[in-house]
């Protein structure tokens, strides 16, 4: 609840300081005179639209702060409060242990503004956030929200309560998941496709390379066998001659080396005796002579084993080929081909598991659409049932402002497709509130058949009906009595009035009727001295309510008739609404009640 609210540089007004307690506030005065920089301070607190020119004239900014009590259901005051300790603003608590908070705002005149939230600068959306949870602004252009579809479903869910706030709890659920399954199978469309594609390319090479069956060093081997038997015949050739160089036949007079060094030796054998230093030299010789018959028996080995075989050339070659078209596919070498097939069955292994997952959201998808389906028409069902409890509380509101003939109901329209396209987050149905003002007359939508005081009185007559099913801190009412008069005024009137025992209720009006049923009445009032212009504000006692209706009443505040007037609508109101009472006992009684059950 709103306990105070300052204004400075705002407008026509300089500064204005309004006070203003629980029940019903009516703010009047003169066309022109500034009521609206009241709402426009208000919704400046609640994050509204910052316009640099609602600056005074002159003035370098505009400040306005608003004093406010959250009170209200526990769930509501810890959201608040909570917001309010993640900005890390103050909050007070006095002695009756109701939290207080200070909220401000300030405008600049070359544009921008700064928003304060106990005590702590805030982005504007943060008073947004509070303001949403505890304050409820009704105007011209709220009336025209309320006409549309979305918004009259809205405030029937509200006025349900867990009738469909239950199920609708459980298909928003529901509707979040399939909405992730969707997200997920759309984004992975293209992934398949890639998916598929490298599939195929795996398995081709997969089957290549095992076709070929390559062996480690394969490669190596093919390419040292091939240099072999093409060379045979050169490479036989040379190893026999050095092997004759060697070690000859015994048939050849050619000295050999193995005969040179035989020679040498027995050479150093036969004069050893006299040095023994060639003893040691001998013996090596000796060695060499080993060593060379070895070497020359392997040549000779080698040169018998060397084979011209062009058919097992011919088959090498063509290996080769093989595994070259291999490696230059899959790997440098043929070590690196066998890697790759490894690794690429792996890999296959993987994206065939892949589309196992695929598989698995596009069942989950199905199952989630029949589920949603069927939470659907669950929400559908209970949307109808308190439709019909619903249209019937409206009417008998609207009845008693002055349209004794007047036909409401609430249609709600619900999509037969099960299609994920015709689900929205709220459900499929749409609600429409159809009003026929008079008898014969046909029953089309509010927003096309109501002129403007007729849906005055729908928008009044539903926030009537709301109010015991969710109740705000604080409602505003900006001239909700546009183009209401007579007798329907008194009713309008009345209707805020019993809406202001549940909760705080501020109402700029123009109507005597209306203002007559203010438990505080508020005037502003504009003078200038000839150059400037400046608003005023009064909180008025009850010869200056009377006065004042009297001016509302008939433009004059001295007149006889007009004040004799005023009195019996001020009168009228206070022997209603002192009907109204409880009892103080029983009152006490249901205080301590409520307090226990909460």
Not at 200 to 211: K, N, Q, S, T
Not at 290 to 300: E, T
């Amino acid at each position: 609840m709103i306990e105070e609210l300052h204004l400075r540089e705002l407008g026509v007004i300089d500064e204005a300081t309004l006070e203003f307690g629980p029940g019903l506030t009516v703010v009047t005065g003169e066309t022109g005179a500034g009521k609206t920089m009241v709402l426009t301070g208000l919704a400046l607190l609640w994050g509204g639209r910052a316009d640099s020119s609602t600056v005074r004239s002159g003035a370098d900014k505009a400040i306005v702060e608003g004093h406010v009590t959250v009170t209200g259901p526990a769930e509501l005051v810890d959201r608040v409060l909570s917001r309010v300790e993640d900005a890390g603003g103050d909050v007070e608590v006095d002695a009756a242990k109701v939290p207080r908070l200070i909220i401000a705002r300030s405008l600049s005149a070359q544009g921008g503004s700064k928003a304060y939230l106990g005590g702590r600068s805030v982005p504007a959306g943060v008073l947004a956030d509070v303001g949403e949870s505890l304050f409820a602004v009704h105007g011209q252009d709220d009336q025209q929200r309320l006409m549309s579809p979305r918004h009259q479903r809205a405030l029937l869910d509200s006025y349900a309560g867990e009738q469909v706030r239950a199920p609708l709890a459980k298909y928003r659920q529901s509707y979040v998941a399939l909405r992730d399954v969707e997200v997920a199978l759309n984004r992975d469309e293209s992934f398949e496709r890639q998916r598929l594609q490298e599939l195929d390319v795996l398995r081709f090479g997969i089957e290549e390379v095992d076709a070929a069956a390559p062996c480690v060093g394969e490669d190596h081997a093919i390419g040292s066998e091939i240099e072999r038997l093409a060379h045979s015949e050169s490479l036989r050739e040379s190893t026999s001659q050095a092997h004759d160089v060697l070690h000859g036949d015994d048939a050849d007079d050619a000295a050999d080396a193995v005969a040179l060094i035989v020679s040498a030796r027995r050479l150093l054998e036969s004069v050893q005796q006299h040095d023994t230093a060639l003893v040691a030299l001998a013996t090596q010789l000796g060695e060499a002579v080993a060593v060379l018959a070895d070497v020359s028996a392997q040549l000779a080995t080698y040169a018998d084993s060397i084979d011209a075989d062009p058919a097992r050339l011919d088959s090498l070659q063509q290996r080769r080929a093989d595994l070259t078209r291999l490696t230059r596919k899959y790997g440098a070498t043929v070590d690196e081909v066998i890697e790759w097939r490894e690794d690429a069955a792996k890999r296959l292994e993987r994206l065939e598991a892949a589309g196992a997952d695929l598989d698995e959201l596009a069942a989950k998808r199905k199952t989630l659409l029949q589920t949603l389906h069927s939470l659907a028409d669950e929400l559908s069902g209970a949307r109808c049932r308190a439709a019909e409890v619903f249209e019937s509380a409206v009417l008998q509101e609207i009845k008693a402002l002055s349209m004794p003939d007047a036909a409401f109901s609430a249609v709600v329209r619900t999509g037969p497709s099960v299609e994920v396209a015709d689900f929205g987050p709220d459900g499929v149905d749409e609600v429409e509130f159809l009003l026929a003002a008079h008898v014969g007359a046909e029953p089309v939508g509010v927003a096309r058949s109501a002129s403007g005081g007729e849906r005055s009185r729908v928008m009044l007559a539903i926030e009537v009906v709301l109010a015991g099913a969710d109740p705000v801190a604080t409602m505003v009412f900006d001239e909700v009595d546009a183009g209401v008069g007579g007798r329907a005024a008194v009713e309008v009137g009345r209707r805020l009035a019993r809406l202001a025992r549940s909760t705080q209720v501020l109402v700029v009006t123009h109507l005597p009727q209306v203002a007559a049923f203010g438990d505080q009445h508020i005037r502003v009032t504009k003078d200038h001295d000839g150059r400037v212009t400046r608003s005023s504000v009064t909180n008025l006692k009850d010869d200056e309510r009377t006065r004042e209706l009297a001016r509302m009443l008939a433009g004059l505040e001295t007149s006889d008739t007009a004040l004799a007037h005023a009195s019996e609508l001020l009168e009228m109101a206070q022997v209603e609404k002192t009907s109204w009472r409880t009892p103080p006992r029983t009152r006490a009684k249901k205080a301590v009640k409520t307090k226990s059950d909460t």
